[in-house]
């Protein structure tokens, strides 16, 4: 196995595409228009994993029919993916999107998730650090159940850490400032969908980024990307700090799962050798091919080569 | 069926339980997946045993029980409640099968199906060559892909 891929608040993913979606109106949906598949954070990150030829183990935690369905549904999508779960009594969320092409908007509703009890968390923290010796890299991606305290991806890295694991974070302000107070990762991806907060600040110049980035790496971080105003990115390493941008016109409506196979393609480049600002090369890469189509499907290893010339990475500190 | 390998039917899922786990934590599990058993590991994800739902009744039970083979000899249902209750905090590895009958993913169904007809298995943990837990095989996954077979002949 090369990858333990944890998902704490795994989901159901639900996807409608209805174009001139309206409020207060019933809006039909034929059957071919919506899909239903295994989702949260670092369940989308194994299954691109997977289709690029990795074996992992996802883990997290599940419960009730929604947690069957959604574990029926993730055996079926490759082999190469090993499941080990620790099963909760409260029912695992439903996520659901709906895509307008039309008006180019997306409506996302998700569900808060279940209740993990202290004995599941003990439970969980046995299995892992078990599982986390089976594996070179770590991925912890996503949002955290009630029940787990935010600093719980300090927690596993601490573990982590003891065996000698690289390791991936992408998450929320909260759970990045609670967590570092325990142990830093190798690569913090900041998931900004729901908060601009960075570090508990809202940075609004591109020199705040850039300082904010710098800051990450002096205090222990090898790789940070800040998202910036959606589309770009700025990258910090031990070498300096980047700005991501894309060459091409990126349609919103499109930017579901990007930030899913950014950091499954960095994860990838990690187990091929790259490291550092070539690794977030190809994530952005990654993402920026990704917003060409509407779908789940990851962009094969040729499209993200090919997208390597649609992006700017433009070198600012 | 002849050249279906393990790794072409197994289910790659690592639900197991440590040999420390309480009996109640392993009841609990089982509810909760729906499983008949899990295989028991160590802590470097050896199987070292095999706890089913008959295990944990028979260790309820009176030791006479497995000798006269019938229900008719117990005084009444609360010995069963009081027994279970007895060893709910119990580690699970005291009532575990402990030589489990394991398969490697290169082994042929035919050679698994054999043994569950045998033996009268209902799911078979598959291992490595370090015995490391790998996936499980279920008497459902062999009959899924042995209509499968018959279909894809029936076809021709």
Redesign the interface.
Known sequence: MNVLAVCLNPALDREFFIDQFTLNKLNMVPSEKSRMSPGGKGVNVATILSKYGISLIVTGFLGGYVGYVLISELRKASPLISTSFVNIRDETRENIVITDTVNHELTEINSEGPFVSPESVDIFLRKFEVLVQKVQTVVISGSVPKGIPLSFYGELTKIAKKYDKTVFWEARDEIISESMKIALPDVIKYDMRRSEKILGKILSKEEEYIATARDFVKNGTKLVILSYKTIHDFIGTADGVWKFSPKVDIDHSFLLGSGDNFVAAMVLAQLEGKCCIDMARYGYAAAVAKTAYIGKEPPSRGQIREYMNFIISERVD | MEGVKV?DIM??????V?ENDTVE?VIE?LD???LSGVPV?D???RVVGFIGEDDIIRACLPSYFTLLQTAAFLPDTNLFIKNLKDISHEPIIKYATKSVFTVKSSDTLLFVADTIMRKGYKLIPVVDDNN?L??VVSRLSILKESARREMAVTDK
């Open positions: 790794s289910t790659h899922d690592l639900t197991f440590f934590q599990l909760m997946t729906r590991v802590s470097d994800l490391v790998m996936g």
